[in-house]
């Protein structure tokens, strides 16, 4: 087993999903892509298939023979396709009337990068120790997702070093600006309607996506983190690698 295939295979790593959303949205044309093309605000069924269709997408890049992974990503390269528009207000440091592409390799580099960054982060947290080596690992697994999701290579990290040197530019920079619609965005990933029913897992959500943010996004969307939040992340991130290390891989990994 590779090691993208033990991270992407633990169901707990989709803990980490929420992180990399809000990364990916504090983009001013991610978010306007987001919020002009997708059914992220639909009704519950609607973010049910979605949920349901990303998860599959993953599993056939991690697992699927070349077929089936060649499928998943003619897939979301159509779906690229189809995402252009042009920012309604000004954000940041781009005005209103800039144009956006969902193929743009600067946003496809931005969005993959929050990937390869989130998930690592979100099986040390709850699921295992993963280490230095592991971390690089994955960043070059990545690589041949990269390539077919048509990120220039030229423009994309292909090493641990590499990646935290271009994630901590783009948070020093000034290429993110978390904006309104980004900040209703994120409600949906921390409070979906149906949040309720899943009772404490979804304080768990709450916890892990807005805990793991990096500080300045935290500030941006305006979430409180305070010292007992801090502290609850951490007895749940606790508990969550013990039970890990009790429940039998048929329960615990997707594959």
Not at 92 to 97: N, S
Not at 238 to 254: G, N, V, Y
């Amino acid at each position: 087993m590779n090691i993208a295939e033990e991270i992407n295979g633990e169901r707990l790593v989709v803990l980490g999903w929420g992180r990399a959303i809000l990364m990916q949205i504090a983009h001013p044309m991610v978010a306007a892509g987001v919020a002009d093309h997708s059914t992220f605000r639909d009704k519950p069924v609607s973010r049910y298939t979605r949920l349901h269709s990303t998860i599959q997408s993953m599993l056939a890049l991690t697992f699927g023979p070349a077929a089936e992974r060649q499928a998943a990503i003619d897939r979301i390269n159509a779906i690229h396709d189809r995402v252009n528009g042009t920012l309604k207000a000004s954000a940041g440091r781009f005005a209103a009337g800039t144009p956006y592409s969902a193929t743009d390799p600067a946003l496809l580099l931005w969005v993959e990068a929050t990937l390869r960054d989130s998930m690592p982060l979100a099986y040390e947290t709850f699921v295992a120790p993963l280490g230095r080596g592991g971390r690089e690992a994955y960043v070059q697994e990545g690589e041949e997702v990269a390539a077919r999701l048509r990120i220039p290579l030229a423009e994309r990290p292909t090493t641990l070093d590499g990646l935290t040197r271009y994630l901590d530019e783009m948070l020093a920079g000034d290429a993110l600006a978390v904006t309104p619609i980004a900040r209703e965005l994120a409600q949906e990933v921390i409070a979906p309607p149906y949040s309720r029913a899943l009772g404490p897992l979804s304080r768990l959500n709450r916890l892990a996506t807005i805990g793991l943010l990096p500080p300045r996004l935290r500030r941006e969307y305006g979430f409180s983190w305070t010292a007992d939040d801090e502290a609850a992340l951490s007895r749940w991130a606790s508990r969550t690698r013990r039970l890990r290390r009790l429940c039998p891989d048929r329960l615990a990994r997707w594959r």
